[in-house]
């Protein structure tokens, strides 16, 4: 299993790459752009910015983000 985890010093998010299919509904719901697809696999390098709102994990259709708030 290949999970990648973002981190700041208020949530963590982990995205289990092998469950992403980079449908990309995460980069479309998230209101301050913390998450990017890249090479067809969402990442979240602005994790920093995350305002714990949980739409991604919400409208991620194959549940691979896990978010510390949600």
Not at 6 to 16: E, L, Q
Not at 52 to 60: D, F, G, H, P, T
Request: hydrophobic content about 35%.
């Amino acid at each position: 299993m290949v999970v990648k985890t973002f981190k700041s010093d208020v949530v963590t998010i982990n995205i289990d790459h092998d469950k992403c299919k980079g449908h990309g509904d995460c980069v479309d719901v998230c209101p301050v752009s913390v998450y990017e697809l890249v090479d067809g696999k969402s990442t979240a390098p602005n994790v920093e910015e995350c305002i714990e709102c949980c739409a991604c994990v919400e409208a991620c259709p194959e549940e691979a983000i896990v978010h510390s708030s949600c």
